[in-house]
């Protein structure tokens, strides 16, 4: 199950900052020679230990956490609607990362309170007859989560199936144990005048949550490579083309495909299918409109996220603009995938704590990806520059060859004076990635001295 950290305001501190890295180069050039004020803390120490392992612990972590208040969303920016195709990523947000653009800031952190309610709406408690299913209706979800002035209605609650076959002794387990669809998420639509003037456009947001059920803890270690269905491939003669030029064509990981496609019967729609009926729907509503969708999602939400916008501009392929926002998100496909997603005009925008070993699997990276100094290296630490091709070329056809999509920002735990030690629960936590993206600054300066959010010490 996924734990999180709460987060309070406090005011007159400062935030940690973040690495980050950008798959083009170095952006060291366009620094410029005034740094910002950086301060440097004193981390507390913590008086409290916590265990992780028991459920009701983190029954009142979810308890606590839905009775922190969040800023509204509308004003959390400034208006951004003329250079909104920027900040969704036309231009792979050159320039906008290093130093951190602060409407950019502001856009990251209003998607992450997106993916937080489609957390606080969830029904985490296995004893309720509820569990796995959305606590609040449509029209109240954003008042009930603490956000009552996003400019935005949700429109579909999404539901996402395993496709895991349960064994004959599933029948006497807990009834918990054995779910098979559970709420995963929404989809919501900016309906407020101000805020889409203010945004440029009318945004379409998809947010996803992370693991929470037994079964998709099992789905999640289906860790090896399998082929896209025929409905995800943009052409019909793509995988044919790929197969007669030696390459294998797009794959993604097994386990979260089956989260995206499967069914339990004919009557219980998969998530693919609400996913398309549900845009199908809003582009007849707002056909002639600027329309972006902005799919957003934290772990295996952040999984999904990259495979719903991928199958949108399958399905959608006039869709004005697509972009994926992602927290600590674990790799999805490999290198054929990753070309396609680039092909198609999906812009994926990942948040990595790079002391989240979620961000670092399944599988291995093998990617001819350049640094600074101008070596040929990859995410999994080892250097590749030299390889004979056709080494390269067995490697990467591997099950278990994968590839990073997108821009990256690069953000550390260890950077946060706020953050007592490195554990794995509290890196991959949303909150955690919050609290990291508001303290960012830029590579030359560690913490921001008017950073809002922190990391309530406990």
């Known amino acids: 199950m996924t734990l999180f950290t709460t987060i309070t305001p406090l005011n007159n501190h400062t935030s940690p900052m973040l690495h980050h890295h950008h798959h083009h180069g170095s952006l060291a050039t366009a620094t410029k020679t005034t740094r910002p004020m950086c301060i440097t803390l004193i981390q507390q120490t913590a008086t409290k230990k916590h265990s992780y392992s028991s459920h009701d612990e983190t029954l009142r972590k979810m308890e606590r956490m839905m009775n922190l208040p ?43 309170h997106f993916v937080e309610a489609a957390y606080k709406s969830f029904e985490f408690d296995p004893s309720s007859p509820n569990y796995a299913n959305c606590r609040f209706p449509k029209t109240t979800l954003f008042e009930r989560c603490g956000l009552p002035n996003t400019g935005y209605k949700v429109t579909k609650h999404l539901r996402a199936t395993s496709g895991i076959q349960l064994p004959n002794w599933i029948d006497k387990a807990p ?10 998420g929404y989809v919501a639509v900016c309906d407020n005048k101000e805020e889409i003037k203010r945004l440029g456009r009318r945004d379409v947001v998809i947010a996803f949550r992370g693991t929470t059920t037994c079964l998709e803890w099992l789905e999640n270690l289906r860790a090896n490579l399998t082929l896209l269905p025929c409905n995800m491939i943009k052409e019909k003669h793509e995988q044919n083309v790929a197969n007669n030029n030696g390459n294998i064509g797009p794959m993604v990981e097994s386990g979260f495909l089956s989260l995206y496609t499967s069914s ?14 549900e845009i199908g729907r809003i582009l007849q509503i707002y056909d002639g409109e600027p329309l972006s969708l902005t799919v957003t999602g934290h772990s295996l939400g952040a999984a999904l996220a990259t495979l719903a ?55 291995f990276v093998f990617d001819d990806m350049k640094n600074s100094g101008g070596d040929v290296v990859n995410n999994s630490g080892f250097h ?42 509290t890196c991959h936590d949303l909150n955690t990635y919050l609290h990291l993206v508001d303290g960012f600054v830029s590579s030359t300066c560690p913490f ?8 309530q010490q406990r």
Do not use: H
């Open 70 to 112: 969040s800023p509204p969303l509308s004003s959390s920016s400034e208006k951004v609607g003329k250079r909104w195709k920027e900040y969704q990523g036309i231009r792979n947000w050159d320039g906008l990362l290093d130093p951190l653009d602060d409407n950019l800031r502001a856009e990251i952190l209003r998607y992450g």
């Open 175 to 184: 009834s918990w144990f054995g779910t098979q669809s559970s709420y995963v």
């Open 264 to 277: 339990v019967n004919s009557s219980l729609m998969s998530l693919q299918e609400m996913v398309r009926e």
């Open 309 to 363: 916008a991928y199958d949108a501009r399958v399905a959608f392929p006039k869709l004005c603009s697509t972009t994926v926002i992602s927290f600590g998100g674990p790799r999805v496909g490999n290198r054929s995938f990753r070309t396609s997603l680039d092909k198609q005009g999906t812009k994926v925008l990942r948040i990595v704590n790079c002391d989240d070993v979620i961000t670092k699997v399944p599988g």
């Open 384 to 425: 590749v520059a030299g390889l004979p091709s056709w080494i390269q070329k067995r490697a990467e056809e591997a099950p278990w060859m994968y590839s990073e999509v997108g821009e990256e920002l690069r953000l550390s735990s260890r950077d946060s004076p706020y953050l007592k030690g490195v554990n794995v629960a």
């Open 448 to 455: 921001r001295s008017t950073a809002k959010r922190f990391l």
